[in-house]
Protein backbone atom coordinates (compact mmCIF):
# COMPACT_ATOMS: atom_id res chain seq x y z
CA UNK A 1 0.00 0.00 0.00
CA UNK A 2 2.66 2.61 0.79
CA UNK A 3 5.15 1.40 -2.09
CA UNK A 4 1.72 2.18 -4.41
CA UNK A 5 1.48 5.35 -2.53
CA UNK A 6 4.96 6.36 -3.42
CA UNK A 7 4.47 5.11 -6.88
CA UNK A 8 1.68 7.35 -7.24
CA UNK A 9 3.53 10.57 -6.45
CA UNK A 10 6.53 9.66 -8.17
CA UNK A 11 4.32 9.52 -11.24
CA UNK A 12 2.31 12.74 -10.42
CA UNK A 13 5.56 14.53 -9.74
CA UNK A 14 6.76 12.85 -13.54
CA UNK A 15 4.32 14.03 -14.94
CA UNK A 16 3.98 17.76 -13.24
CA UNK A 17 7.84 17.94 -14.89
CA UNK A 18 6.90 17.15 -17.90
CA UNK A 19 3.83 19.20 -18.45
CA UNK A 20 6.39 22.13 -17.17
CA UNK A 21 8.29 21.01 -20.05
CA UNK A 22 6.79 19.89 -22.79
CA UNK A 23 3.75 22.53 -21.79
CA UNK A 24 1.40 25.56 -23.17
CA UNK A 25 4.37 27.19 -25.21
CA UNK A 26 4.00 27.66 -28.97
CA UNK A 27 5.79 29.19 -32.22
CA UNK A 28 3.73 29.76 -35.29
CA UNK A 29 1.17 26.74 -34.00
CA UNK A 30 4.14 24.55 -33.51
CA UNK A 31 4.43 23.18 -29.59
CA UNK A 32 7.79 24.20 -28.58
CA UNK A 33 9.58 21.43 -26.05
CA UNK A 34 10.93 23.17 -23.71
CA UNK A 35 13.65 20.71 -22.55
CA UNK A 36 14.75 20.68 -26.38
CA UNK A 37 15.25 24.00 -25.84
CA UNK A 38 17.01 24.23 -22.57
CA UNK A 39 19.37 21.99 -24.31
CA UNK A 40 19.76 24.02 -27.86
CA UNK A 41 21.18 27.11 -25.13
CA UNK A 42 23.59 25.02 -23.20
CA UNK A 43 24.83 23.87 -26.39
CA UNK A 44 25.34 26.89 -28.24
CA UNK A 45 27.14 28.16 -24.84
CA UNK A 46 29.38 25.59 -24.90
CA UNK A 47 30.28 26.13 -28.39
CA UNK A 48 30.50 29.98 -27.56
CA UNK A 49 32.87 29.40 -25.10
CA UNK A 50 35.21 26.98 -26.57
CA UNK A 51 35.21 29.20 -29.39
CA UNK A 52 36.17 32.08 -27.37
CA UNK A 53 38.80 30.29 -25.24
CA UNK A 54 40.49 29.73 -28.86
CA UNK A 55 40.28 32.97 -30.29
CA UNK A 56 41.07 35.10 -26.99
CA UNK A 57 43.55 35.17 -24.42
CA UNK A 58 42.39 33.39 -20.79
CA UNK A 59 41.92 36.16 -17.96
CA UNK A 60 44.86 37.12 -16.29
CA UNK A 61 44.94 39.38 -13.73
CA UNK A 62 47.53 42.20 -13.73
CA UNK A 63 48.26 45.35 -11.75
CA UNK A 64 49.09 48.59 -13.28
CA UNK A 65 52.20 50.16 -12.17
CA UNK A 66 53.62 52.51 -14.90
CA UNK A 67 57.57 53.25 -14.79
CA UNK A 68 58.07 56.95 -16.20
CA UNK A 69 57.30 57.29 -19.99
CA UNK A 70 58.36 60.59 -20.76
CA UNK A 71 59.98 62.17 -23.60
CA UNK A 72 63.47 61.46 -22.21
CA UNK A 73 62.57 58.03 -22.47
CA UNK A 74 61.46 58.60 -25.83
CA UNK A 75 64.27 60.38 -27.34
CA UNK A 76 66.72 57.54 -25.51
CA UNK A 77 64.82 55.08 -26.76
CA UNK A 78 64.94 56.31 -30.46
CA UNK A 79 68.42 56.89 -29.89
CA UNK A 80 69.30 53.37 -28.63
CA UNK A 81 67.37 51.75 -31.84
CA UNK A 82 69.12 54.12 -34.16
CA UNK A 83 73.17 53.90 -32.36
CA UNK A 84 72.48 50.35 -30.68
CA UNK A 85 69.90 48.37 -33.75
CA UNK A 86 70.83 50.13 -36.54
CA UNK A 87 66.95 51.32 -36.59
CA UNK A 88 65.81 54.33 -37.81
CA UNK A 89 62.15 54.65 -37.03
CA UNK A 90 59.80 57.33 -35.93
CA UNK A 91 58.31 56.22 -32.75
CA UNK A 92 60.00 53.77 -30.17
CA UNK A 93 57.41 50.79 -30.55
CA UNK A 94 57.54 47.33 -31.13
CA UNK A 95 56.59 44.57 -32.70
CA UNK A 96 57.21 41.46 -30.80
CA UNK A 97 58.72 38.28 -31.84
CA UNK A 98 60.21 36.89 -28.96
CA UNK A 99 59.53 36.91 -25.09
CA UNK A 100 62.41 37.21 -22.22
CA UNK A 101 62.37 35.84 -19.07
CA UNK A 102 64.92 37.40 -16.27
CA UNK A 103 65.14 37.95 -12.71
CA UNK A 104 65.90 41.09 -11.60
CA UNK A 105 69.09 40.68 -9.00
CA UNK A 106 67.41 42.82 -6.54
CA UNK A 107 66.00 40.95 -3.54
CA UNK A 108 62.24 43.35 -3.40
CA UNK A 109 59.74 44.53 -5.17
CA UNK A 110 60.09 47.87 -4.51
CA UNK A 111 63.86 47.85 -5.00
CA UNK A 112 63.43 46.05 -8.79
CA UNK A 113 60.47 48.61 -9.64
CA UNK A 114 62.75 51.96 -7.98
CA UNK A 115 65.51 50.33 -10.63
CA UNK A 116 63.19 50.33 -13.53
CA UNK A 117 61.07 53.61 -12.87
CA UNK A 118 63.79 56.66 -14.18
CA UNK A 119 64.59 57.16 -17.73
CA UNK A 120 67.99 57.96 -17.30
CA UNK A 121 70.10 55.03 -16.34
CA UNK A 122 71.87 55.53 -12.95
CA UNK A 123 75.51 54.39 -12.32
CA UNK A 124 76.17 50.46 -14.26
CA UNK A 125 79.35 52.32 -16.58
CA UNK A 126 79.45 49.53 -19.20
CA UNK A 127 75.41 49.98 -20.32
CA UNK A 128 76.01 53.91 -19.56
CA UNK A 129 79.23 53.62 -22.47
CA UNK A 130 76.26 51.97 -24.76
CA UNK A 131 72.80 54.79 -23.73
CA UNK A 132 71.81 56.24 -21.15
CA UNK A 133 68.66 55.21 -21.68
CA UNK A 134 67.67 53.44 -18.36
CA UNK A 135 66.74 49.84 -18.56
CA UNK A 136 62.64 49.07 -18.44
CA UNK A 137 60.61 46.01 -18.82
CA UNK A 138 56.97 45.13 -19.78
CA UNK A 139 56.35 42.77 -16.45
CA UNK A 140 57.46 42.70 -13.41
CA UNK A 141 56.40 39.40 -11.09
CA UNK A 142 56.54 39.60 -7.41
CA UNK A 143 57.78 36.43 -5.40
CA UNK A 144 54.27 36.14 -4.26
CA UNK A 145 53.39 35.58 -8.28
CA UNK A 146 51.48 38.61 -8.68
CA UNK A 147 51.92 40.60 -11.99
CA UNK A 148 52.54 43.74 -12.76
CA UNK A 149 52.70 45.93 -15.86
CA UNK A 150 55.10 48.95 -16.04
CA UNK A 151 55.03 49.46 -19.67
CA UNK A 152 52.38 48.84 -22.90
CA UNK A 153 53.47 45.80 -24.87
CA UNK A 154 54.21 47.69 -27.65
CA UNK A 155 56.54 49.97 -25.89
CA UNK A 156 60.75 50.01 -26.61
CA UNK A 157 62.29 48.44 -23.79
CA UNK A 158 66.34 48.34 -23.23
CA UNK A 159 66.20 44.58 -21.15
CA UNK A 160 68.44 42.52 -23.36
CA UNK A 161 71.21 43.54 -25.81
CA UNK A 162 70.85 43.08 -29.31
CA UNK A 163 66.84 41.85 -29.19
CA UNK A 164 64.75 44.76 -27.80
CA UNK A 165 63.62 46.08 -30.58
CA UNK A 166 61.50 42.79 -30.61
CA UNK A 167 61.37 41.53 -27.54
CA UNK A 168 58.77 41.38 -24.74
CA UNK A 169 60.31 41.24 -21.10
CA UNK A 170 59.22 39.63 -17.83
CA UNK A 171 61.61 40.42 -14.77
CA UNK A 172 60.79 38.29 -11.79
CA UNK A 173 62.16 39.57 -8.39
CA UNK A 174 64.65 37.23 -7.14
CA UNK A 175 68.87 36.55 -7.67
CA UNK A 176 70.94 33.62 -6.85
CA UNK A 177 71.95 34.91 -3.85
CA UNK A 178 69.23 33.62 -0.96
CA UNK A 179 66.23 34.60 -3.08
CA UNK A 180 65.40 31.69 -5.42
CA UNK A 181 62.25 32.42 -8.06
CA UNK A 182 59.44 31.01 -6.18
CA UNK A 183 56.89 28.20 -8.11
CA UNK A 184 53.81 31.17 -7.83
CA UNK A 185 56.45 32.68 -10.11
CA UNK A 186 56.89 30.38 -12.14
CA UNK A 187 52.86 29.63 -12.42
CA UNK A 188 52.18 33.13 -12.99
CA UNK A 189 55.19 33.66 -16.07
CA UNK A 190 53.58 30.53 -17.55
CA UNK A 191 50.54 31.90 -17.48
CA UNK A 192 51.52 35.39 -18.37
CA UNK A 193 53.65 33.83 -21.32
CA UNK A 194 50.27 31.87 -22.96
CA UNK A 195 48.40 35.05 -22.40
CA UNK A 196 51.05 36.46 -24.48
CA UNK A 197 51.18 33.75 -27.20
CA UNK A 198 48.05 34.14 -27.78
CA UNK A 199 47.40 37.69 -28.03
CA UNK A 200 50.73 37.64 -30.36
CA UNK A 201 50.74 35.24 -33.39
CA UNK A 202 54.21 36.70 -34.61
CA UNK A 203 55.83 35.77 -31.23
CA UNK A 204 57.88 32.36 -32.19
CA UNK A 205 60.17 32.47 -29.18
CA UNK A 206 60.34 32.18 -25.54
CA UNK A 207 64.15 32.49 -23.71
CA UNK A 208 66.01 33.06 -20.82
CA UNK A 209 67.94 36.11 -20.45
CA UNK A 210 70.82 34.04 -20.17
CA UNK A 211 70.49 32.40 -23.80
CA UNK A 212 70.67 35.56 -25.50
CA UNK A 213 73.87 35.14 -27.12
CA UNK A 214 72.75 32.46 -28.81
CA UNK A 215 70.86 34.36 -31.02
CA UNK A 216 74.41 36.68 -32.24
CA UNK A 217 75.19 36.25 -35.56
CA UNK A 218 71.74 35.66 -36.62
CA UNK A 219 69.62 38.11 -38.61
CA UNK A 220 67.18 38.55 -35.39
CA UNK A 221 70.28 40.13 -33.34
CA UNK A 222 70.71 43.22 -34.17
CA UNK A 223 73.62 45.53 -32.55
CA UNK A 224 76.04 48.18 -34.09
CA UNK A 225 79.15 46.57 -31.70
CA UNK A 226 79.75 43.18 -31.83
CA UNK A 227 82.34 43.32 -28.87
CA UNK A 228 78.99 44.85 -26.88
CA UNK A 229 77.99 41.70 -24.31
CA UNK A 230 77.04 41.35 -21.04
CA UNK A 231 77.43 38.34 -19.35
CA UNK A 232 73.83 36.69 -18.01
CA UNK A 233 72.71 33.83 -16.02
CA UNK A 234 69.19 34.94 -15.41
CA UNK A 235 67.23 32.93 -14.90
CA UNK A 236 68.70 29.69 -15.74
CA UNK A 237 68.20 26.22 -17.89
CA UNK A 238 65.94 24.40 -14.64
CA UNK A 239 64.04 27.55 -14.54
CA UNK A 240 63.56 27.71 -18.52
CA UNK A 241 62.52 24.36 -18.96
CA UNK A 242 60.22 24.28 -16.11
CA UNK A 243 58.37 26.64 -18.46
CA UNK A 244 58.97 24.74 -21.50
CA UNK A 245 57.02 22.12 -20.25
CA UNK A 246 53.68 23.92 -20.29
CA UNK A 247 54.35 25.58 -23.18
CA UNK A 248 53.10 24.23 -27.33
CA UNK A 249 56.63 23.10 -28.76
CA UNK A 250 55.09 23.38 -32.10
CA UNK A 251 54.48 27.40 -31.62
CA UNK A 252 57.91 28.48 -29.97
CA UNK A 253 62.12 27.77 -29.67
CA UNK A 254 64.92 28.84 -27.41
CA UNK A 255 67.09 28.49 -30.72
CA UNK A 256 67.24 30.68 -33.70
CA UNK A 257 64.91 29.24 -36.55
CA UNK A 258 64.55 30.83 -40.02
CA UNK A 259 60.93 30.27 -39.86
CA UNK A 260 60.22 30.41 -36.20
ZN1 LIG B 1 68.12 39.70 -17.16
Redesign the pocket.
Known amino acids: MVSDNKFQLVTTIRSKVTDSLIGNDYLGGKQVDKMDTIRSKWLLATFAIIWMSGCYPAHIPIVQKPITWDSTRVQLSLQYLRERHGLDVDSPLIDPLMVVV??TAIPSFEGSFRAFYPSILPGRPLLQSASALNVGIHFLVDQDGTVYQLLPEDHFAR?VIGLNYCALGIENVGDNDGHPLTNAQLKSDIRLIKYLLKKYPGIGYVIG?HEYREFAGTPLYKETNPDYFTE?I?PGDAYMEAIYRHLPRNRVTRRYHPNP
Open positions: HWHHKD
